[in-house]
């Protein structure tokens, strides 16, 4: 099996070493991720600007860093190697759980492998100001990855884990809550700035991903490309005739 390994984090993230390290026990592993951090970039395409693709290295695995976003690393990760069998995202330093998981460049990474009729995973967890103890969730990696590498069924996936985690449940996209804020600021200047930044939501409906991982369960998402909100478009059929 050929995995390809990439991240929002960028290629020296210590996160997508620990996820490389447990592809390898799946099959051949081939890091392609970016330069740089590129959180927060959702799905952006580089077509302004050719990119770069170099060799690396890291700790021994064969990889490539690109002067790009997660999406370009998948398309350019996905060209340089034929016969790609899954794409792994992650692991992301910081959950992406319900509606912030529009800005996320890590599961971008995994939407734009399953645009390409690839599987897509993405893996996230939760980073304080300690960065997240690998070792202790390598356990749960391994199992996520022996569970949805043996579903091909399933395109596409976003996994969270807990810092400590007591089991997997399947769960679905919490929407009910966004928590983007825009915080004002100033400059050591005294001109004013703004922070784009996440404020804590209160509540979780049981059953979805923010739930399950406040509640120290593993919570995997699967997920659609299929933006169409087919209830609406039945009614509207019915209800608002066009020409
Ligand atoms: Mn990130």
Redesign the pocket.
Known sequence: MRILVT???GIY?PGILALARAAQRFGDVRVVAPDV????MGQAITSTRPLSYRATKLDGIEAYRVNGTPADCVALGAHNWEQVDAVLSGI???PNLGNSTWH???LAAAKQAALLGLRGIAL?TPAGSSEPDFDRIEPYVLRILECLLRHPELPLVNVNIPRDPKGLRWTRQAVRFYDGAVVPGEDPMGRKHFWLTVRPTEGAEEGTDLWAVREGFVSLTPLRLDLTDHAELTRVVREIPLD
């Open positions: 991240n929002d984090d993230s951090e590129q959180s927060s992301n330093l910081g996320s460049g890590t996230s």
